[in-house]
C-alpha cells in the first residue's frame, strides 16, 4: 500500500554524479527490503541495489563500485548514490519495495529519468 515517488534525475556528463530519492508516503523502517532498478531504452527492468531493513545491502555488478544506496528511516527516503556515471547508465531508475516473505518486489513509482552524455 505505501506509495513511491522517484526524484532527481537529470542530464548529467560522462563522469559525473547524480543522487536519487526515493520518498515513501509511509514508514519505511519495518519494510524487509527497498530496491533500486533501472531500465534503458528498449530493455527490461533490471534490479541494481537493494538494502534491508537491518542494513544488508546488493549491488549488481554492472555499478558495483560506483553507485550507493542507503536509507533514512527518519525520513522515509531512499536514496542512490551514483558516481562516475556512464552513457550505459542512461535509463529511467525505479524503486521499489518488497514485504518479508514476499517474492516479487511492488509499489512502483514513476520512475526518475537519467540520462548521460558523452
Known amino acids: 500500500q505505501v506509495r513511491l515517488a522517484e526524484s532527481g534525475g537529470s542530464l548529467v556528463q560522462s563522469g559525473g554524479s547524480l543522487r536519487l530519492s526515493c520518498a515513501a508516503s509511509?514508514?519505511?523502517?519495518?519494510?524487509?527490503?527497498m530496491a533500486w532498478f533501472r531500465q534503458p531504452p528498449g530493455s527490461r527492468r533490471a534490479l541494481l541495489a537493494s538494502i534491508t531493513s537491518t542494513g544488508t545491502t546488493y549491488y549488481a555488478d554492472s555499478i558495483k563500485g560506483r553507485f550507493t544506496i542507503s536509507r533514512d528511516n527518519a525520513e522515509n527516503t531512499v536514496y542512490l548514490q551514483m558516481n562516475d556515471l556512464k552513457p550505459e547508465d542512461t535509463a529511467v531508475y525505479y524503486c521499489?519495495?518488497?514485504?518479508?516473505?514476499?517474492?516479487?518486489?511492488?509499489?512502483w513509482g514513476q520512475g526518475t529519468q537519467v540520462t548521460v552524455s558523452s
Open positions: 521499489a519495495q518488497k514485504n518479508r516473505d514476499a517474492v516479487l518486489y511492488s509499489s
Open positions: 509511509e514508514s519505511i523502517t519495518n519494510i524487509y527490503n
